[in-house]
């Protein structure tokens, strides 16, 4: 198992996508922290599966930040998951909910990382890896605080990979499109009643309207991704931003 050894911290990890990331490093035999809410006794069993701690430190301040990154202790690897969406008009939209999801989606791993980044650097090795979105590369109406903050997302990372190009510490995004998760399963039947579609007409007209294969992305397989960026031979990658969006970003 080639991260024994390693202490990875998986950022919004007790579900969804940071869950499959967690699981995929535990599988390589990293030592995991699991940050996130949810139910007390299905975080304590998350723990029991993986072996792993649980630091529920809100991220949309700094001070939970910091809270964080010193019980987590130094980490090898860094997986900045943690983020929120809100859908509205830009001249109708929030502006908590604006300051919220850039607190969490952008101004959170700015935080992860930079008090990440000396015991990696001491190290001589370290893996930061960012969960950015396809709309990273690409933008959708109405989702103006989300957009800014995965754009935003994408340039730190390119930013901090420059900066730690001869440390030994790697910097990349994953951009997925669609994922597959219960939150997303559990939408369809609302908009098949609100538009009056099939359960396949909303899948593939609505959620999966600009993904060529027509096919959402697993968590999995961002678990898989991440794993290999972690890898020795992944040691060359850095600043990448690595799409696994069905092709969506590529039209």
């Not at 903050?149 to 440390?167: C, M, P, R, V």
Request: one cysteine or more.
């Amino acid at each position: 198992m080639f991260l024994s050894g390693k202490r990875a911290l998986v950022t919004g990890s007790t579900s969804g996508i940071g869950l499959a990331v967690a699981r995929a490093l535990a599988a390589e035999g990293a030592d995991i922290v699991l940050n996130g809410f949810g139910d007390a006794a299905e975080i304590a069993t998350l723990c029991d599966e993986l072996s792993a701690r649980h630091v529920g430190a809100d991220l949309l301040s700094q001070e939970g930040c910091e809270q964080l990154m010193a019980e987590a202790g130094p980490v090898d690897i860094l997986i900045n998951n943690a983020g929120m969406q809100h859908v509205a008009p830009v001249d109708d939209f929030p502006v908590d909910r604006w300051n919220a999801i850039i607190a969490l989606n952008l101004t959170a791993a700015f935080h992860t990382v930079r008090l990440a980044v000396p015991h990696m650097k001491e190290r001589g090795w370290g893996r930061i890896i960012n969960t950015a979105s396809a709309h990273s590369k690409t933008a959708s109406p109405f989702k103006s605080a989300y957009n800014a903050s995965k754009h935003g997302i994408d340039g730190f990372t390119k930013t901090i990979a420059l900066e730690l190009a001869q440390t030994g510490v790697t910097a990349n995004c994953i951009s997925p499109g669609y994922v597959w998760t219960p939150l997303v399963e559990n939408q369809i039947p609302d908009t098949m009643k609100a538009r009056g579609m099939t359960r396949d007409e909303v899948i593939n007209d609505v959620l999966l309207a600009k993904t060529p294969t027509k096919k959402f992305v697993q968590p999995a397989e961002i678990g898989a991704l991440a794993a290999f960026l972690c890898r020795e031979e992944a040691g060359n990658v850095t600043g990448a931003n690595w799409s696994i969006d069905g092709g969506w970003t590529a039209q």
